[in-house]
């Protein structure tokens, strides 16, 4: 199932509900069919997000197998990157500034 995050101020990031649910609950956010990050809530929950992957917490386990060839597969904490910078440039926005996820389902 796929998280699609649409910001007021910036454009839209899709991505895996495994991932997205990893990032929304590090920063203590419930993995609902649909909810909101406000103006407010977007600086605390990038250093959040930074501070898990400095700390190897959204990096620790794989969210990918290897493949065949034998590449690494991507942890999550370089997936976390594209909604650190979306929070961090929205919260740059009007006093409306939002970012609104949605998905089929809870996840």
Excluded: C, H
Excluded at 2 to 14: A, C, D, N
Excluded at 51 to 74: F, I, K, M, Q, W
Aim: glycine share 10%; charged share 25%; no cysteine.
């Amino acid at each position: 199932m796929l998280v699609t995050f649409t910001s007021s101020e910036t454009g839209e990031l899709m991505m895996f509900a495994d991932v997205a649910g990893a990032l929304l609950r590090a920063v203590g956010k419930e993995t609902t069919k649909t909810g909101t990050f406000t103006r407010d809530e977007m600086l605390p929950a990038a250093e959040l997000l930074r501070a898990a992957v400095a700390r190897g917490e959204a990096a620790g386990s794989p969210a990918a197998e290897n493949d065949e060839a034998g590449e690494a597969p991507v942890t999550l904490g370089p997936r976390a990157w594209p909604l650190i910078d979306m929070l961090e440039r929205s919260s740059k926005g009007g006093v409306k500034a939002n970012i609104v996820w949605k998905a089929a389902a809870d996840f």
